[in-house]
Structures are given as C-alpha cells and as structure tokens.
C-alpha cells in the first residue's frame, strides 16, 4: 500500500526525535518525509517534501504553529494539518477552526493516543482519494461522452428546435461556435449508398461513408465561415437528420452572403467531395433564418428539398428549399389524390406510358418554354413533323401542349406520376 508523507514541525528537535522513533508509522500507514524546526523551515521544505499531512507544535520561535498553517492553507489548501498545543486555549481553538485544521491536539499525548488520531486521518485521506478518483472517472467518462452529447443536442435542434433558455449554454459547453450571428442556414449533404469495389478497399465499408464526407465537408467549409456539422444515425430515412448517409452543417452567415453566395458555396463542396470519389452526392438547404430558435424549420426546408429534389431534380446535387416550386405541393399531397388527378385528366392511362419519341418531344417542348420553332430545331425535325406529334398527342389526352393552360396541367401530371413511383419505390 502507498504510504501517506507526514512532516513534523516543532522547535525541540528531542520531541521531533522521539516522536519519528516511537511510532510505528508505517503500520498506521505514513512515511516521515521530514522535520523542520519552526515555520519559516517548515515552509521552505514544503514544496521539496510534497506532505500530505503537517504535524505542527503552535509556540515556536520566527513563525508560530497558527501563522505556518495559514499559510498552507493559502497555497496548498488540501494538506491535512494535526496542531499540538499545551495550552487549553479558547482562541487558539477558533484560530485552527478558521484554518479547517483536521486536529487539535492537547499536550501531553501518548503514543496510543496518537495512533487514533493518525488512523482517523489516514481513513480520511483513503475517502478522499477514493472521492478524487470518482470525480477523475466521472469527469473522463463526462469528456469522452462529449462528442455523443454534442450530436444528440444538435439533432436535438434541428428535429424539435431546443430549448431556448438552455441553449446558449449548451452551445458553450459543446464548444459550438455558431452564437452570436446575424442569421444561420441548415443544410444537409447526402451520399447514396455507394457499391463496393475491388479496387476501391474503403467503399466496402460503407459506415466509413459518413464519417469521411463529413470530415471532408468540415475541411472544405472552414474557408466560408464558423459552422457546426454532425452526422445521424436515428433510422433508414431523411426524417430528423437520420440517415447515417447524411451531415447536417448548421452554418452562421453575415449579411453579405447571399442567395448566389450561399449557392455557390453548396456547389464547390458538392464539386470537393466528388473529386474525393463520393460521385453521387446531393447537397439541400432551407431558408435563411434571422434567430437561432429557427434553425429547426431551416433544417426541416432543407430536408424536405432534399427529398424533392430527388424526385423532380435528379439532375442536380445543389438544391434550395426556395427553388422547389409546385414540386413541394405535390410532394405533400396524399396518393389516393393523386391517382384520381391521373384517371381524372388521362383517364387511366399515365402519361409516362408514352412512347419513346412522344416523351422526348414533350420534355424538349417543355425545356424551349413550349416554343414550336426553336424545339423542332433541336429535335432537327420538321415544323409540320412537331405539330403532327403535338396534334396526335392532344387526340389521345385532350390536352394541347400549345395551350398554356393545358401545358401546365400535363406538366403537373407528370411531376405527380414522378412523385408516384418515388413514394412507390419504398412500398414493400
């Protein structure tokens, strides 16, 4: 067992003698570090000896036994302290109250009496290293849970908006540092399950996915600004950050970061972390919002894109909340309403059953803003060859493309039947 380092602290060195050569120190579970002769010796040899426990007589030349435990105390305030006095003294008493001095002593003493009291002290200091050991456990396993804390309290305000009064706090205590702002963005970055390869070892294990695009992403976004990203792993869908293919950055912005601004800095890490491997990556935001609290709606905007976006912009990897458009009222609606839109205008028949060359003249159609001359063009077909094609196809739906009203409502048919077969795929 460690032994406890005591220093004895008298001016008659006999006493001091006598005192280290009858007790059996090591039984009662000490070691005599040293001895000094008054106080001013004593706090000299304090810092070399390193005690744990300071026996001290009180009348001594050049520094008295009070004014040496004052101060220890001031600079070493968990040395135990023993005072021997021969004096039955009211005030010397309050004096080593007002000291927290462990015991007080009367002269004269006996060994076995002696042995009591240091038992007492030596127990004392077992709890209170047990204590310390507790705390330094406590206070490592606290650390270590840190970064556990920390996801589980961003997820926590993204998906219900934390409590307001708590939150500062907890952002500090995180070491989170997106306070103070004018306005924040939430954004999510998703990448597709990526097949594995024999070429490429670290794509055969796909938790790794995660945690390298959000380290990538954290890296590459340390030039824009103060941020706080994390990944999820709460199920198998986008719902409340989930995904364990997602990272959620929860970005500051000053007042001079724009749409355009915003945008951009969404594509160049979109365009970083594909020149890394991770080719399918899509990356949404919601709207900008002016107070931390909603940081929550910002993340639902951006969750919703992101599913949207999916459906009805499979050609980007950038995708806003505001560029939605009819896409994010569709996507709300219910698919029994929707089969009945479908049966209502084509009777049935869905409108993506078309052939090959009918959905390529729609779509291109679409795409030169329903102009004949510039898509028979691109199509490098004839005028009349166009209008045949439109015409044919107004006989079998009833609705003519050339017709705004009717453009749009075939262009909403095909964005419901998109959203369709996407809510489809996750039926099993």
């Known amino acids: 067992m460690s032994l406890y380092r005591i220093m004895l602290v008298d001016d008659e060195e006999e006493v001091r003698k006598a005192m280290i050569r009858k007790m059996d120190w090591e039984q009662l579970g000490f070691t005599v570090a040293g ?21 001290t007589d009180i009348r001594m030349p050049y520094m008295d036994g ?22 039955d003294d009211f005030e010397y008493a ?9 015991e007080y002593i009367l002269k004269p003493v006996n060994g076995e009496e002696l042995s009591e009291i240091l038992t007492r002290v030596r ?14 456990a406590l206070q490592e396993s606290y650390e270590n849970s840190l970064p556990m804390l920390r996801e589980l309290f961003l997820n926590d305000l993204v ?33 597709e399950h990526i097949e ?11 938790e790794l996915i995660p945690i390298s695009v959000r380290q990538l992403a954290e890296d590459h976004l340390k030039t824009y600004g103060r941020f706080a990203a994390f990944n999820s792993a709460e199920g198998i869908t986008l719902i409340a950050a989930v995904d364990e293919n997602n990272v959620i950055v929860v970005k500051d912005l000053s007042e001079d970061d724009s749409p355009q601004e915003i945008e951009r800095c969404a594509a160049a890490v979109a365009a970083y972390l594909r020149k890394e491997s991770f080719k399918n990556v899509r990356i949404a935001y919601g709207t900008v919002v002016n107070e931390i609290k909603g940081v929550s709606s910002s993340y639902k905007e951006a969750k919703m894109a992101l599913d949207v976006g999916k459906i009805f912009f499979g050609e980007r990897d950038v995708i806003a909340y505001s560029e939605l458009g009819i896409g994010r009222l569709i996507y709300q609606l219910p698919i029994p309403l929707c089969k009945m839109f479908i049966k209502e205008i084509f009777d049935g028949k869905s409108p993506d059953e078309f052939d090959e060359e009918t959905l ?18 691109q199509l490098f077909i004839h005028r009349n060859t166009l209008v045949y094609r439109l015409d044919k196809l107004q006989k079998s739906t009833g609705l003519d493309l050339r017709v705004f009203e009717d453009a749009i409502t075939f262009k909403i048919a095909l964005m419901v ?9 996750f039926e099993f």
Do not use: C
């Open 35 to 55: 001895d000094a002769e008054n106080g001013e010796d004593a706090l000299e040899k304090l810092e070399m000896l390193e005690p744990d426990v300071v026996m």
């Open 66 to 87: 009070l004014t040496l435990v004052a101060k220890i105390r001031e600079k070493y305030p968990f040395i135990k302290i023993l005072i021997f006095s021969g004096y």
């Open 94 to 102: 309050k004096q080593a109250i007002k000291y927290r001095v462990t």
């Open 123 to 136: 127990i004392s200091l077992d709890e209170e290293i047990e204590q310390r050991r507790n705390i330094s």
């Open 159 to 191: 998906g219900r908006g934390a409590d307001v009064s708590g939150m500062v706090p907890k952002l500090r205590e995180y070491g989170i540092d997106i306070l103070d702002a004018r306005r924040w963005l939430a954004a999510v970055i998703y990448v």
């Open 196 to 206: 594995q390869s024999e070429e490429q070892e670290f794509f055969r294990h796909q």
């Open 360 to 377: 390529v003249t729609i779509n291109k159609f679409f795409e030169n803003s329903l102009n004949v001359s510039e898509t028979s063009r």
């Open 417 to 425: 039947v998109k959203y369709m077969k996407y809510m489809e795929s």
